[in-house]
């Protein structure tokens, strides 16, 4: 099975930051790699697919980028609604393993 | 619009079963994959398994193997989880999402790739004596 492992697993930054998040995968995943935002008491939902595809509706200040075994997840300048948990996941195979979350904190 | 609706919260006793459904609407049931995800107290998102609406070919996680079920009813547009011998580590919120493909192009297109754009709201199972 692939395992998929994110970086860090908590961070905190400040309204207006630019944050990173890292996104390992123990096997060669091309592009199949998703990300996801996740709010406390909410399902997720999707920011970028095919480690690169902003969904629809998702403002421009997420980007993702990367290939095979390591990806990133940006947020350009850090907004209030932004404080989540956030998870990549990939889509090469199944099963179709989560990271662990990276959690976004208030500075 | 999508929606997937998923049945109400369960309190369950240890060793027994739950069964959680996911009622889709808005779109050609049959014409997308169903996951299921949970989410344990606290925890991350843990992938469980995949139904296809369309012929009904699944694909569990190892660590459930044995002890899921997942099947659809395309009368109804419903999906259905069902997982046994409960125990209290699987309390969690249960997520149903529909499975959305990207296709590629060209000559020898790879796979298209799969991502959950929607989801059900989540059903808490409770596992407890």
């Known amino acids: 099975d692939i395992q998929m492992t994110q970086s860090p697993s908590s961070l905190s930054a400040s309204v207006g930051d630019r944050v990173t998040i890292t996104c390992r995968a123990s096997h060669n995943i091309k592009t199949y790699l998703n990300w996801y935002q996740q709010k406390p008491g909410k399902a997720p939902e999707l920011l970028i697919y095919a480690a690169s595809s902003l969904q629809s509706g998702v403002p421009s200040r997420f980007s993702g980028s990367g290939y095979g075994t390591d990806f990133t997840l940006t947020i350009s300048s850090l907004q209030p609604e932004d404080f989540a948990t956030y998870y990549c996941q990939q889509s090469y195979n199944m099963p179709r393993a989560f990271g662990q979350g990276t959690k976004v904190e208030v500075k | 619009q999508v929606q997937l609706v998923q049945s109400g919260a369960e309190v369950k006793k240890p060793g027994a079963s739950v069964k959680v459904s996911c009622k889709a609407s808005g779109y050609a049931f049959t014409s997308h994959a169903i996951t299921w995800v949970r989410q344990a107290p606290g925890q991350g998102l843990e992938w469980m398994g995949w139904?296809?609406?369309?012929?009904?070919?699944?694909n569990y996680a190892q660590r459930f193997q044995g002890r899921v079920t997942m099947t659809t009813d395309t009368s109804t547009s419903t999906a259905y989880m069902e997982l046994r011998s409960l125990r209290s580590d699987d309390t969690a919120v249960y997520y149903c999402a529909r499975g959305d493909m990207l296709t590629f192009g060209g000559f020898a297109p790879p796979p298209p790739a799969e991502y959950f754009h929607h989801w059900g709201q989540g059903t808490l199972v409770t596992v407890s004596s």
């Open positions: 139904i296809s609406a369309y012929n009904y070919n699944t």
